[in-house]
């Protein structure tokens, strides 16, 4: 098994570019998630989803958007990219909500986005 | 804005030294999860924390979960530079938080 895929693992946008961090896992897991991580700072959650078809705001869903049409993607969108969106952002996924009936979160290798 | 608090931020230890994280919330958890990511890798689980007051064990590192659910603690015995990384906590209430992490760094 991959485990939870993520592309790009790198990429360098300008301001007002746009776009999509893919994600994919092959668990058939429910739950999926994006992080992001800035330097010296926990991991902040942007959307989640609890299965195909539905998703919802996490802590800092300001200038992204996602969709999860699949159980196995979960793309994450920018529009108009802004230097504050510079980071490390982590896709993850787990069988249960997270913290949850034993249910850890098993993460991708995390795309690194400069927004210059 | 950020639950979950972890000190100290950064820990420089000489090989072989403990070494010593916690976690604190302003809230009672339901649970605890605790992650290590190593430098430019992606967070990997470690272990979750149910029970008030339950301590666990793997191999030289020991977690505990206080009392009243609301911190957290992962000690390292004699630690190794395979345990260099940084250390975070996750707690669950209604959202799942992660604290701010700690850094690891062992001197051979």
């Known amino acids: 098994n991959a485990g939870v895929t993520q592309t790009p693992k790198f990429r360098i946008l300008k301001i007002g570019q746009s776009m999509t961090l893919q994600c994919t896992q092959d668990?058939?897991?429910?739950?999926m998630y994006w992080y992001r991580q800035d330097p010296g700072m926990g991991l902040k959650l942007i959307y989640y989803?609890?299965?195909?078809?539905?998703?919802d705001k996490g802590e800092v869903p300001n200038g992204y958007n996602v969709s999860r049409s699949t159980t196995e993607d979960f793309p994450l969108r920018l529009e108009l990219a802004a230097p504050s969106q510079t980071s490390v952002y982590f896709c993850?996924?787990?069988?249960?909500?997270?913290?949850?009936?034993?249910?850890?979160?098993?993460f991708g290798n995390g795309t690194r986005l400069t927004v210059t | 804005g950020q639950q979950v608090m972890q000190i100290p931020q950064y820990q420089h230890v000489q090989e072989g030294e403990d070494f010593t994280t916690y976690c604190n919330s302003s809230t009672t958890l339901s649970n605890i999860q605790w992650y290590k990511q190593r430098p430019g890798g992606h967070p990997v689980f470690l272990i979750q924390?149910?029970?008030?007051?339950e301590v666990k064990k793997q191999k030289r590192l020991t977690f505990q979960f206080g009392e009243a659910k609301k911190n957290s603690s992962l000690h390292i015995t004699a630690t190794q530079t395979t345990d260099v990384g940084t250390y975070f906590c996750?707690?669950?209430?209604?959202?799942?938080?992660f604290g701010t992490g700690t850094s690891l760094t062992v001197i051979p």
């Open positions: 993850a996924s787990s069988l249960g909500p997270s913290g949850r009936d034993n249910s850890p979160l098993h």
């Open positions: 996750a707690g669950d209430r209604n959202q799942f938080y």
């Open positions: 924390l149910v029970k008030s007051g």
């Open positions: 668990m058939n897991h429910n739950y």
């Open positions: 989803s609890v299965g195909a078809g539905i998703t």
